[in-house]
């Protein structure tokens, strides 16, 4: 069997290589250069060189043959102009997910498939199985990777059967400290390479500063939202009232505000979840988990002016009257820059705890933040995937309408996986979580797995 192996340079696809190699394929090298442009990048204007560099001798170390391929083109046609698009009307894409499946097993995977390929090899941190299905086909699972601190499977969540059955993922297996001692038991130069960060062959980049390449800078106000905006909120209200009554005791108090924090400093799920009632969800009509899943709606704050005399002279000048539900703190150059649970780079300073976007108009150019990990903005309880958007990677587990399975989610790459209820209807499949989730925002992609297999994914 030939096995091409996308060879980045760093020491996952090199000891990737290097393994196939023992076992006794046929391998070869490839890389892809993906990206010209360096603008809003931090690294070095010719850090892919280096990269290229650098796998060409992890190559010649391992005694395989190399080659090159250019795929900018259909990089940024694919994964880039989403990415602009995406952020363009306010959501938050992955370009890393778009990019394996229309990149490295898509793309890449027809350029290998030409120079003999059989099959494709990355040093993704996953496993792939392969059973039989009760109708004799084959049928492939991507299993999380053994390093959970590394797990990669998820940036793998839209990948289909034709995809899986002919990728290989020769690390899964390892944890990334055993990965380093096979590398610098070989003597491969990526031994010590660091691993890269940032967007997928773009590299670590300052996001507005990219993004401006083709997204206007404007400027817009920073609402920062109070408490006592929620008192009397209807959408608040709605869902405070509609998840009690989809609990089992329905005279518990539904839990509405996450403890989780962070990827780096995650917390154990909220001391107290939801613990919903089966029975009570199957009754309940799509209309209800619809308006749960939608986002609260800040356009009410307004702020009005009035004038003052200030100083000996009286001069009169503007201000904006108090308002109890909210307060402009400064500026920013553009809503479409910013993501929902975003901390840093709203350079805003005089606050106790941090700040945190809780909502963006894309239309009006507000971003509206709140203060604290615990503010009632950050946190969501539903959220929706349009049956369009809905990703099965195992089809013979495809729920039907009107099914309910409880399955553990991540919304984003390293998120501790979270426990949650999919509900499958005609207008589409819903997501409730059991504890509260920080920060869930549009364009995310959710992946829902069942122990350590991936089952599916979605656009939120």
């Not at 130069?189 to 997928?200: F, L």
């Not at 996986?417 to 869930?440: C, H, K, N, T, V």
């Amino acid at each position: 069997m030939k096995i091409c192996v996308g060879l980045s340079g760093g020491v996952d696809s090199s000891v990737a290589a290097l393994l196939l190699k023992q076992q006794g394929y046929d391998v070869f090298a490839m890389f892809m250069q993906n990206w010209h442009d360096t603008e809003g990048t931090l690294h070095g204007d010719c850090e892919w060189e280096e990269d290229r560099f650098v796998a060409e001798m992890v190559a010649r170390k391992i005694g395989i043959p190399f080659y090159f391929v250019d795929l900018s083109k259909v990089y940024r046609q694919r994964v880039v102009d989403y990415m602009f698009d995406e952020y363009s009307k306010g959501r938050t894409p992955n370009p890393d997910v778009l990019c394996n499946r229309e990149i490295k097993f898509d793309a890449f995977l027809e350029a290998a498939k030409k120079l003999g390929a059989d099959m494709v090899a990355t040093g993704h941190y996953c496993r792939k199985e392969t059973i039989q299905s009760p109708d004799g086909k084959e049928m492939h699972k991507i299993l999380a990777g053994v390093d959970p601190g590394k797990d990669q499977s998820y940036f793998l969540c839209q990948l289909n059967q034709e995809q899986l059955s002919q990728a290989l993922f020769p690390i899964g297996h390892l944890l990334k400290k055993e990965v380093r001692e096979i590398a610098r038991e070989a003597d491969l130069p990526s031994a010590d390479k660091k691993d890269s960060q940032g967007i997928c062959f773009v590299g670590k980049v300052d996001l507005p500063v990219f993004l401006q390449q083709k997204l206007k800078s404007v400027e817009g106000n920073v609402v920062e939202v109070f408490d006592p905006f929620y008192q009397d909120n209807p959408q608040y209200d709605f869902t405070r009232s509609a998840i009690k009554s989809l609990l089992k005791d329905c005279d518990e108090e539904p839990e509405l505000i996450t403890s989780y924090i962070s990827e780096d400093k995650a917390t154990a799920p909220s001391a107290r979840i939801n613990d919903y009632s089966y029975e009570k969800i199957a009754q309940t009509p799509d209309e209800v988990f619809t308006q749960l899943s939608q986002p609260i709606d800040y356009s009410s704050i307004k702020f009005e002016t009035e004038t003052y005399k200030s100083g000996r002279k009286h001069i009169k000048k503007t201000r904006y009257k108090d308002n109890p539900f909210g307060k402009i703190l400064g500026q920013h150059e553009g809503a479409q820059f910013y993501t929902i649970g975003q901390r840093k780079g709203l350079n805003i300073g005089g606050h106790a705890d941090p700040l945190f976007v809780i909502s963006t108009d894309i239309d009006r150019n507000i971003v509206y933040v709140g203060e604290g990990h615990t503010h009632k903005g950050l946190s969501r309880l539903c959220t929706m995937i349009s049956r369009d958007e809905i990703h099965w990677i195992r089809p013979d587990l495809e729920m039907k309408p009107g099914e309910i399975r409880r399955y553990k989610l991540r919304i984003r790459y390293r998120q501790p996986l979270q426990d949650a209820l999919l509900i499958m209807r005609e207008s589409g499949l819903y997501i409730l979580f059991e504890a509260p989730q920080r920060g869930i925002t549009s364009g995310q992609f959710a992946a829902w797995y069942d122990n350590d297999e991936m089952i599916g994914s979605g656009v939120i």
